[in-house]
Nanobody, 122 residues
Framework: QVQLVESGGGLVQAGGSLRLSCATSGRTSSTFVVGWFRQAPGKEREFVAAPWISGTTIYADSVKGRFLISRDNAKNTVYLQMNSLKPEDTAVYYC????????????????WGQGTQVTVSS
């Protein structure tokens, strides 16, 4: 069974930084493609970032230049470094793994973590 566990969320002032972690475990988890999504209160879950088939990483326009995905395969962990945070970044952040379709679409992913809350104060 594949499990994803996010951590690293919290409360930060605008302009600050946080690094989220997504620890994966289970069958072949180290080879999974892992993407990040977020969901703010009253809004739909939205795409944040994911590795693309070409080998590059695609970021939502709203986070481009501020967020960065990295991966430590030895630790089976994927990170989302979030810099220059804004109040509008406040949301529950989810990592998701093993997409079988378009990587920017949430229904493509087979496995999800429980989410971690990020709150950015103004």
């Amino acid at each position: 069974q594949v499990q994803l566990v996010e951590s690293g969320g919290g409360l930060v002032q605008a302009g600050g930084s946080l690094r989220l972690s997504c620890a994966t475990s289970g069958r072949t988890s180290s080879t999974f493609v892992v993407g990040w999504f977020r969901q703010a209160p009253g809004k739909e879950r939205e795409f944040v970032a994911a590795p693309w088939i070409s080998g590059t990483t695609i970021y939502a326009d709203s986070v481009k230049g501020r967020f960065l995905i990295s991966r430590d395969n030895a630790k089976n962990t994927v990170y989302l470094q979030m810099n220059s945070l804004k109040p509008e970044d406040t949301a529950v952040y989810y990592c998701a793994a093993d997409p079988r379709g378009r990587r920017e679409e949430a229904p493509s992913y087979n496995y999800w973590g429980q989410g971690t809350q990020v709150t950015v104060s103004s």
